[in-house]
Every structure is written in structure tokens, then in C-alpha cells.
């Protein structure tokens, strides 16, 4: 432990349960500095997990489903707190290092990425509270890039399947992205409308299951393709072009339906293998204007990934979320082979900041695209808009375009622009797609 007296000294750690968008509980953390500020953040959750994320450290049992972290909670205000107290919350880096330490594991299985990604966060926030700027500012400045931030395009759920929707379709997400908007704002405005513009399809036709866990609707299409269809119609219902102005996103998330090149679309009882699924997935880029497509192959099947990135056309922003996990390395591994040009940046997959920009730098180092996400188990933190601007992250993922643990997100990217005197956004020609 090193004892410094200057104000960013840690002086207290507290962590307390609090609950998540499903109504689990998860972890908060506050970190109070000598200088009197205080940082504060809580960590989300997924659902459709990448095998080489960070641990979640769970209690088990009967409690809540087995979701309860008081395992995690009694780490944070135990040995955690002890560890941390009196370490320069300036020195991120440093704070990082020092719960990695503790934790002794390659994947937090000890200490709990849940509990590490809270207080490796509630770091930062103190950080940027004592230096007295907003965090996006505090992490720009520290950057030392040139020119002023912009703002990240959204990509936006309207429809959710897969593991967060009782698998009703096998696709997770069908999103989209305001290609051709002039700034955020008008970005999200457009997005409002698309929304609406579905909702009132959904409803017309009789195939509106439920809220999925993002927010987006839960349909009862017969196939997985329906859903690509409507998302065109719901662009044209709202008065926009579709692939001109709005386009579509989508996150395949095909390691909850496949493993070891072999898929199954439990909604269409198909079975295909890797190529018949690129096959498939490059047959609706033909037809629907799908500037971008994540996870197409399971986390495992890294040949499949490189024959669908081949085949796949240069405009397409091929993403990896379970194949890269938020990693440095496989971002590096995934430059190189070619599966992938693009990166999900989801700072609970590496558990730490350090770790999460490190993988961002990579993306930076490799001409990789990179995506800051949030998780389908959210709250009401906004620690990723902030990371996504002060980084200079050209897009931001955060489930769809309703409720407060997504809104709160896209709201705080409005309040991040009006600060700035502009809601800009990346040159078009800073995309794949520009
Ligand atoms: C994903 C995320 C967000 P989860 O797969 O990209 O959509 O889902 O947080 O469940 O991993
Ligand atoms: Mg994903």
C-alpha cells in the first residue's frame, strides 16, 4: 500500500446491493476520496455470456434466483476496501493493478468481475470528481487528443430475441443505426420514429409477445428473417429510406444457438453448419440494408468467422462480442485473422477499466472499429456514454429506445453534446458503410 496525502486518496470503500433492469441484485460501489469527492457506479450484467468473460461472483442457492452477490459485497467492503484505501485514485492504472492482485485469477473468478468492473469505475468517476470536470471531459483531457469530442452513433435495438427473449426468434438483436443523420440528436430522433412506426406494425398484425430484456419488442414472427422485413417497412412507415438514413444492425449472438461450426434456429427447425449460416446471413445483406453484423458465428467457431468475414461484402462491420470479449489480445488475434473488423467494448467483460481500454486501444492500434456497449441487465449507471466520448469511441450500443435503464443513457449523450456546443457526430467516412 502506498500512503499519500494528496486529495485523490482513496479514504473509503463501501459497496452495497442494489438491483438490476430484471430485478436482480448487483453491486454498487463508492469510493470517497481525501479531497471530499465521491465516485460511484454499479455494474451490469449479461445474459447471452461470452465463455472468456470476467466472472460475475454469484451466491447460489435458493436467494433471488441464485443471483444474490453478497459473496461479492463482503470482498468489496472486506479485503477490497482494505487494499484500496490509501492507493491514488488518480492512478487508475494502479487501482486496477491492485485488484488484479488481489483477485489472483485470469478471469476475477475470485474477487468477481462484478465487484471489480463497480470499483474500478466508482475509481474513475472520483477521479474525474476531484478534478472537478465531467467524466467524458476528465478522460478526453487525459487522452491527449487533439480537436474537440463527438458524439457516438447509436445503434438501437427495435426487435430482441435470442436468450433475451425466451428465444422466440433466434436472432438476439435487430437494430438500427441512423447512417445518415446529421447529428445525435437527429439520430435519435429518427430512431423515436422507427420505433413507434414498429410498434404500430406489431400491433396491426397481431405479433407483439412482450418487452424483451433491452426494451425492444418481443415479436412472434415465424422467421428469423420476418424480422429484418418489418424493420424495413417500420423505416419506410416513418417517413425515412431505408439504407439511406436508417439502416440495420444486427447481433446474431450465434453462440447461444450454436457450437463447434454446428448452428440450430430452434424458430425454423433448421440445422445448417457455419457456411449455410454465412449463406444465409450474407443472403439478407443482399436484401435488407444491413450496414452491420455481430457475432455471426459462435465464440468457438473462428474458421467460420474468417470464411464469413471473406465472403463477406467491404462495407460490412463484422463485430465481435463473445469471440473477443473485450481483450486486448483477441482483438490483436481477431485483427490479424480477418474475422473481424470491428470490436464490442463492454467494460464487465474484461472487469476493469484498465483492461477495458486497453482492448479499446487495440481496436485503435489494429484500424478496428470499436463499439461501447452496455449489457441486457443494466442500471441507471451511465459510465459507458462518458467512456464512449472521453475515448473517442465512434458508436454506442445500449439495448433499444424505452425504458429508463436504456433512456437514461441516450439522455445523458444529449446533456454530454449540449456541454459541448454540438452534437456531432464521427465522419460518415469514418464507417465501413461511409
Ligand atoms: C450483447 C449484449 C447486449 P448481453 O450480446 O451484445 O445486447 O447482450 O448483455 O446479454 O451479453
Ligand atoms: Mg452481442
Known amino acids: 500500500m502506498t500512503a499519500n496525502n494528496t486529495s485523490t486518496t482513496i479514504t473509503a470503500v463501501k459497496g452495497r446491493r442494489v438491483w438490476d433492469s430484471r430485478g436482480r441484485p448487483t453491486v454498487e460501489a463508492d469510493i470517497t476520496l481525501a479531497g471530499g469527492a465521491m465516485g460511484r457506479a454499479i455494474a451490469p450484467a449479461g445474459a447471452s455470456?461470452?465463455?472468456?468473460?470476467?466472472?460475475?461472483?454469484?451466491?447460489?442457492?435458493?436467494?433471488?434466483?441464485?443471483?444474490?452477490?453478497?459473496d461479492a459485497l463482503k470482498g468489496v467492503n472486506g479485503p477490497i476496501a482494505k487494499a484500496l484505501i490509501g492507493l491514488d485514485a488518480a492512478d487508475q492504472n494502479a487501482i486496477d493493478q491492485a485488484l488484479l492482485a488481489l483477485d489472483g485469477t485470469s478471469n476475477k473468478a475470485n474477487l468477481g468481475g462484478n465487484a471489480?468492473?463497480?470499483?474500478?469505475?466508482?475509481?474513475?468517476?472520483?477521479?474525474?470528481a476531484q478534478a472537478g470536470k465531467p467524466l467524458w471531459q476528465?478522460?478526453?483531457?487525459?487522452?491527449?487528443?487533439?480537436?474537440?469530442?463527438?458524439?457516438?452513433?447509436?445503434?438501437?435495438?427495435?426487435?430482441?430475441?435470442?436468450?433475451?427473449?425466451?428465444?422466440?426468434?433466434?436472432?438476439?438483436?435487430f437494430m438500427v443505426i441512423a447512417t445518415g443523420a446529421d447529428d445525435y440528436e437527429q439520430a435519435l430522433a429518427w430512431t423515436a420514429e422507427v420505433y413507434l412506426a414498429a410498434g404500430k406494425i406489431m400491433d396491426e398484425r397481431g405479433l407483439l409477445q412482450g418487452v424483451a430484456d433491452e426494451g425492444g419488442f418481443w415479436p412472434a414472427f415465424d422467421a428469423n428473417e420476418d424480422a429484418a422485413e418489418t424493420l424495413v417497412q417500420a423505416i419506410e412507415k416513418a417517413g425515412l429510406k431505408p439504407g439511406e438514413q436508417v439502416s440495420i444492425s444486427l447481433d446474431i449472438a450465434a453462440s447461444e444457438f450454436g457450437k463447434g461450426g454446428r448452428y440450430r434456429l430452434a424458430r425454423e427447425d433448421r440445422d445448417m453448419d457455419s457456411g449455410e449460416l454465412a449463406e444465409m446471413l450474407l443472403g439478407w445483406v443482399g436484401r435488407y440494408p444491413i450496414v452491420s453484423v455481430e457475432d455471426p458465428m459462435s465464440e468457438d467457431d473462428a474458421e467460420g468467422f474468417?470464411?464469413?468475414a471473406q465472403a463477406?461484402?467491404?462495407?460490412?462491420?463484422?463485430?465481435?462480442?463473445?469471440?473477443?470479449v473485450t481483450n486486448a489480445d483477441r482483438v490483436r488475434a481477431g485483427s490479424r485473422d480477418g474475422a473481424v473488423n470491428c470490436a464490442l467494448i463492454k467494460p464487465n467483460q474484461a472487469g476493469t477499466i484498465s483492461e477495458t481500454k486497453a482492448?479499446?486501444?487495440?481496436?485503435?492500434?489494429?484500424?478496428?472499429?470499436?463499439?461501447?456497449?452496455?449489457?441486457?441487465?443494466?442500471?441507471?449507471?451511465?459510465?459507458?456514454?462518458?467512456?464512449?466520448?472521453?475515448?473517442?469511441?465512434?458508436?454506442l450500443k445500449v439495448g433499444s429506445f424505452t425504458r429508463s435503464e436504456r433512456m437514461v443513457k441516450w439522455n445523458e449523450g444529449l446533456r454530454v453534446a449540449d456541454a459541448l456546443g454540438s452534437a456531432a457526430l464521427p465522419p460518415k467516412s469514418a464507417f465501413p458503410w461511409g
Open 138 to 173: 476528465h478522460l478526453w483531457d487525459q487522452g491527449g487528443q487533439s480537436g474537440t469530442p463527438v458524439l457516438p452513433l447509436p445503434e438501437i435495438q427495435i426487435f430482441g430475441g435470442g436468450a433475451h427473449a425466451g428465444r422466440r426468434i433466434d436472432v438476439q438483436d
Open 359 to 395: 482492448a479499446f486501444d487495440a481496436t485503435r492500434e489494429t484500424d478496428m472499429g470499436a463499439i461501447v456497449s452496455a449489457r441486457s441487465g443494466e442500471t441507471e449507471d451511465v459510465t459507458i456514454v462518458h467512456l464512449a466520448v472521453g475515448w473517442g469511441a465512434k458508436q
Open 116 to 128: 471489480t468492473i463497480a470499483l474500478s469505475m466508482a475509481t474513475l468517476h472520483a477521479a474525474a
Open 312 to 324: 463477406a461484402p467491404k462495407h460490412l462491420q463484422i463485430v465481435g462480442d463473445d469471440y473477443l
Open 49 to 70: 455470456r461470452g465463455s472468456n468473460e470476467a466472472i460475475d461472483l454469484r451466491d447460489g442457492g435458493p436467494r433471488f434466483g441464485g443471483w444474490d452477490v453478497t
Open 306 to 308: 474468417i470464411a464469413f
